[in-house]
């Protein structure tokens, strides 16, 4: 493993043994999300330095997600990334935590129905009084009573 030293910042950028020689005749900078990306990106482009290593070890990154398995973006040796799908990758991102995908998505509650939305809309609560009620969020209770205000609308 060696060691690049971006042009704006003291974070040393690692890479592979192999890669070194070609990626040090590159100056790096560092982005405002930490990412490395070529100072002259008119001759090299706007990738990434982890899309470089994965295009330099022959890998078809091509509508793919290229992600730190340590979680450190300036850990670019081929051995910490993993090339995914972006379904695969926001999983990675979003692991345990809720309000994300499947049940634990308050838009997948089968408890937040359009009658107990309508029942709490007649006793005069307002769409974030109801959310705090049920425990899920507003966009949730507009998400059930949209279709019936789009109907209604339509007669």
């Known amino acids: 493993m060696k060691y690049i030293l971006p042009t704006n910042s003291d974070t040393p950028i690692i890479v592979d043994d192999d890669l070194y020689p070609i990626l040090n005749g590159i100056k790096w900078y560092q982005t405002k999300d930490n990412y490395f990306r070529p100072s002259s990106w008119r001759t090299y482009g706007k990738k990434d330095i982890h899309r470089w290593v994965c295009w330099l070890k ?43 995908a499947g049940e634990s998505n308050p838009s997948y509650r089968k408890d937040v129905t359009l009658t107990r939305v309508f029942a709490l809309m007649s006793r005069g609560f307002n769409v974030k009084s109801i959310a705090n009620i049920l425990k899920t969020n507003p966009e949730t209770v507009y998400k059930r009573i949209r279709p019936f205000k789009t109907m209604r609308g339509s007669s």
């Not at 993993?82 to 935590?97: C, F, L, V, W």
Request: without cysteine; proline residues 0%; positive net charge.
């Open 58 to 100: 022959n890998e078809n990154i091509k509508d793919k997600h290229v992600h730190h398995l340590n979680e450190k973006r300036n850990d670019n040796r081929f051995i910490n990334l993993k090339i995914s799908n972006m379904r695969e990758h926001a999983s990675i991102h979003h692991k345990g935590k809720t309000g994300f």
